[in-house]
């Protein structure tokens, strides 16, 4: 089945750190650049983080620079967003998306909330 899942997601206070993770499986996934994205309520589905399919190159939203890392692990078909320093506006669902040639395949996101 094609798919990605998202997981890590939870509640944490300001300043603190989490780590997201997407699994992939029913594609090549190294064949693929993959992002994350976030989505508060009530606001449209904002890009955050890119990686190559290499994992070379890693571009970041300036909302997060300095404070989130894209990575990924090809052998394991996933793909990390390590966050850090994280204040209250960065509470929405985040997803993980495969930029695959037949458009972008998406997983169902997992909530982070960050409150004191």
């Known amino acids: 089945q094609v798919q990605l899942v998202e997981s890590g997601g939870g509640l944490v206070q300001p300043g603190g750190s989490l780590r997201l993770s997407c699994e992939a499986s029913?594609?090549?996934?190294?064949?693929?650049?993959m992002e994350w994205y976030r989505q508060a309520l009530g606001k449209e589905r904002e890009l955050i983080a890119h990686?190559?399919?290499?994992?070379?190159?890693?571009n970041y939203a300036d909302s997060v620079k300095g404070r989130f890392a894209i990575s990924r692990d090809n052998d394991r078909g996933t793909v990390y967003l390590q966050m850090n320093s994280l204040k209250p506006e960065d509470t929405a669902v985040y997803f993980c998306g495969a930029l695959r040639s037949s458009g972008i395949l998406w997983g169902r996101g997992t909530q982070v909330t960050v409150s004191s």
């Open positions: 990686i190559t399919s290499d994992g070379d190159t890693t």
């Open positions: 029913g594609f090549t996934f190294s064949w693929f650049p």
